[in-house]
């Protein structure tokens, strides 16, 4: 069983930074694939960014891509994404998930477990 708590969302203007932490229970936390998914009021959840369970491979929604840098240590059993240039479209409900996968999967189903999310709120 894996516990997700998602952290660092908040309030920002167009053009800022935040990171968002994802921490972890469970003993098999690095043998996970992890994502990071959001999900704008109106709007159904869409994929932002995964990593396979090494952290050394990588995808990005081309919206994200550029702008955001996800990453994760498996000492602190932590995820970590970086968005930088953030726009009033990356408004939304930030969520972490995780599963057991061969690679850094774009596929919701595909991961079983949901962290309660975070909410990103960028100002024009």
């Known amino acids: 069983q894996v516990q997700l708590v998602e952290s660092g969302g908040g309030l920002v203007q167009a053009g800022g930074s935040l990171r968002l932490s994802c921490v972890a229970s469970?003993?098999?936390?690095?043998?996970?694939?992890m994502a990071w998914f959001r999900q704008a009021p109106g709007k159904e959840r869409e994929f932002v960014a995964a990593i396979n369970w090494s952290g050394g491979s990588t995808s990005y929604a081309d919206s994200v891509k550029g702008r955001f840098t996800l990453s994760r240590d498996n000492a602190k059993n932590t995820m970590s994404l970086q968005m930088n240039s953030l726009k009033p479209e990356d408004t939304a409900v930030y969520y972490c998930?995780?599963?057991?996968?061969?690679?850094?999967?774009?596929?919701?189903?595909?991961?079983?477990?949901w962290g309660q999310g975070t909410q990103v709120t960028v100002s024009s």
């Open positions: 998930a995780a599963d057991y996968a061969d690679g850094p999967t774009s596929i919701a189903s595909l991961y079983g477990y």
């Open positions: 469970g003993r098999s936390f690095r043998r996970y694939a």
